[in-house]
């Protein structure tokens, strides 16, 4: 493994390393700054998306980071009827730790390599009025090999979509991480899933796809009444821990 590669995945370990009891094995993946989908994207996904070489002048690898949640935040969330505690407690929890990592591995990138590197936060790095974000982590995390996108609009790994996740942008070329070849969404390879759609509370995900407004006014009139934040009911169903 590259010595670059072996020092970032060593320091995400390390920082997880108290945190086995809330998550899984970290996934690491490297994205190139060259790589096709980046130019694709804004299209794609229908909104102006910021490249790697906007956030950092001499970018050349994106290196995303995905926690999964623990089987028993998962089975909490499967067996609640609403969103429990556990789940809500985790999910800020992890986007804390995530920030953290991020900001530990640009310290040590650069005393230990002269690394430079960018990177936008974890969560909260959205558009209010429209509800897109110019720099969405799963965009690079599908880029960097880490997953696909599923019907709930979730990335879905090979651990699952029952997690959090981050990226780092560094002017170090890497070797990229090979993309699976084919969704981990069962409902995209079968057409037989469709748990997420049918458990939704806001009915925000079709099979057209998920509509951002309904699931955030759902959010915004749950979080007022609720302590717990976030939902995580599409994110419950058999793709919570673990792609097919």
């Not at 909260?124 to 720099?135: G, M, P, R, S, V």
């Not at 390879?189 to 699931?215: D, E, L, M």
Request: charged fraction near 20%; hydrophobic fraction near 35%.
């Amino acid at each position: 493994m590259d010595t670059v590669k072996e020092r970032i995945e060593t320091i995400i370990q390390e920082e997880t390393a108290p945190y086995t009891q809330y998550i899984r094995q970290p996934i690491v993946g490297y994205a190139s700054v060259q790589d096709p989908l980046y130019a694709e994207m804004s299209q794609r996904i229908g909104n102006p998306q910021l490249l790697p070489t906007d956030l950092l002048i001499g970018a050349q690898t994106v290196v995303v980071f995905f926690l999964p949640h623990s089987l028993q935040v998962i089975q909490a969330l499967r067996a609640g009827k609403n969103i429990v505690q556990a789940w809500s407690d985790n999910y800020l929890m992890l986007n804390d730790l995530l920030d953290h990592i991020a900001k530990i591995l640009q310290v040590k990138l650069r005393a230990e390599f002269g690394i430079m590197s960018a990177m936008e936060p974890p969560t909260n790095n959205y558009n209010d009025i429209e509800l897109t974000a110019k720099w969405p982590h799963k965009t690079s995390a599908v880029i960097a090999g880490i997953g696909t996108f599923g019907l709930n609009r979730l990335l879905i790994t090979k651990s699952g979509c029952a997690g959090r996740l981050n990226s780092l942008i560094i002017d170090k070329k890497l070797e990229p991480s090979a993309r699976p070849k084919s969704s981990y969404c069962l409902y995209y390879k079968t057409g037989q899933c469709f748990f997420c759609a049918q458990h939704c509370p806001s009915g925000a995900i079709t099979k057209v796809g998920w509509n951002r407004f309904r699931c955030n006014a759902y959010l915004d009139g749950k979080n007022v009444r609720d302590t717990e934040q976030g939902c995580g009911i599409c994110s419950s169903g058999p793709c919570a821990a673990r792609g097919f």
